[in-house]
């Protein structure tokens, strides 16, 4: 294991997918002394790796897709790039739409969507009800499909830029803890960690949904509030055919794809309270289970062989924050709302770009600063499941 170096260029809290991919951005372009702590065993033990797997392009703002342009490319190429497959499975997202609102707002995604260059189909309802097949949707009106939208393996991403940062020379060390910022003269000096101090003027908070804590003590509130999503795996249906896309009842929050033999459902409970239990909520798995049978009648018959609670890392306006804040040397790179693993690949780029250039260059996220939001100057993005 490494030891724990006195000092470091730049310090990353945080070892799941942002954390990973930014040390492998930095270290890769040559940045020194780079050091990320995990205060997990394992790195990607967070959100991570309780994460569906879903990559896409269909989301409804600008940013969120340029973001998905540049980001499943990288995962396409992360193998050739990092050593590691990322067994993606171009298997693409179906958005079935019941609801006359929905449709109108979807069918403007889609525009969007085209005029940034990705190609997205629109789909009648009848088309819909062939491809999600054999679930039923006989409501529905219309929908988006994109085959270039898929699954990937989050554990996979992680290790491989975690082992490609590391032959880059950076540190990445796992049961240690950040547990308070020293801060003079709103400069960042200091990491205390649960195993000793480090030297530092750059902190860059990749710490999932539990980025908020160590903003307190010096002063900075960090709007990333943790929110319990759950999914569970079905036991095999040799019934599903093969090419059974990732499919979304958006109306219901409700999404199904195929997972090793069996099928993986996840369905957002919108009552659900900001809080850090990870438990899985079996009553509100019973109401799932009622509501994904109606769609997927297969599932009657069927067990279920894992489930799995983890958090979603919300901010305000459902975007993520990424760069400096207030306080000197103090960086963010959270708040990715239930979408962070397909951006991984590109934000820790921009991360990197953002420590070493002064700015992001492959793609502008100036919009996405921390002041947005004492500035009023909030993304929605509709398309969050
Ligand atoms: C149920 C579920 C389904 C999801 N499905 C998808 C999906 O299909 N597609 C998609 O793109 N995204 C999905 N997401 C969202 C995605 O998982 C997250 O946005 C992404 O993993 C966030 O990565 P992260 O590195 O910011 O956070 P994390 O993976 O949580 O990493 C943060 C790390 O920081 C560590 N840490 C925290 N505090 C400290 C500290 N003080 N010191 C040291 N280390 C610390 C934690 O242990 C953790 O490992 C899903 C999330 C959930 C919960």
């Given at each position: 294991m490494s030891k724990l170096p006195k000092t470091a260029s730049v310090v990353i809290l945080g070892g799941g997918v942002m954390g990973a991919s930014t040390a492998y951005h930095l270290a890769s372009r040559g940045f020194k002394d780079v050091l990320l702590l995990e205060r997990e065993p394992f790195f990607g033990m967070g959100a991570t790796s309780r994460c569906a797997g879903g990559i896409r392009h269909q989301f409804k703002t600008e940013v969120n897709i340029r973001l998905s342009q540049a980001s499943l490319p990288m995962i396409d190429a992360f193998e050739e790039e990092t050593g590691q497959s990322a067994l993606v499975q171009k298997c693409g997202y179906l958005f079935a739409l019941t609801l006359e609102k929905d449709v109108e707002v979807f069918r403007k995604t889609v525009e969007l969507q085209h005029v940034l260059g990705v190609q997205t189909e629109w789909l009648s309802g009848d088309e819909v009800r062939q491809l999600a097949a054999p679930c039923v949707f006989p409501d529905a009106l219309a929908g988006s499909f994109n085959a270039e939208d898929g699954l990937a393996d989050p554990n996979s991403i992680v290790m491989g830029y975690i082992n490609a940062a590391?032959?880059?020379?950076?540190?990445?060390?796992?049961?240690?803890?950040?547990?308070?910022?020293?801060?003079?003269?709103?400069?960042?000096?200091?990491?205390?960690?649960?195993?000793?101090?480090?030297?530092?003027?750059?902190?860059?908070?990749?710490?999932?949904?539990?980025?908020?804590s160590l903003g307190n003590e010096i002063g900075l509130e960090i709007p990333v509030f943790p929110l319990r999503r759950q999914w569970f795996v079905s036991e095999a249906l040799p019934q599903l055919p093969p090419t059974f896309p990732f499919v979304i009842d958006f109306a219901q929050s409700l999404y199904f794809h195929r997972e090793g033999s069996g099928l993986l459902s996840g369905m957002s409970n919108h009552n659900e309270k900001f809080g850090e239990d990870q438990n899985v909520n079996s009553e509100w798995e019973l109401e799932h289970i009622e509501a994904a049978i109606q769609r997927m009648p297969l599932l009657e018959n069927s067990g279920i062989q894992a489930r799995q609670a983890g958090l979603y890392e919300m901010t305000p306006d459902a975007h993520p924050i990424i760069g400096p804040t207030p306080v000197e040397g103090f960086h963010l790179l959270s708040g990715f709302s239930g979408h962070g693993f397909m951006q991984g690949p590109i934000c820790g780029k921009l991360m990197a770009e953002i420590l070493i250039d002064g700015e992001a260059t492959t793609i502008d996220v100036s919009m996405l600063d921390y002041n947005r939001f004492a500035e009023k100057r909030l993304i929605p993005e509709y398309n969050v499941v």
């Open positions: 590391r032959r880059y020379g950076a540190v990445c060390i796992t049961n240690c803890s950040a547990i308070g910022i020293d801060v003079s003269n709103n400069q960042v000096r200091k990491v205390q960690t649960s195993l000793g101090t480090i030297e530092t003027k750059t902190v860059v908070n990749a710490c999932g949904p539990w980025s908020a």
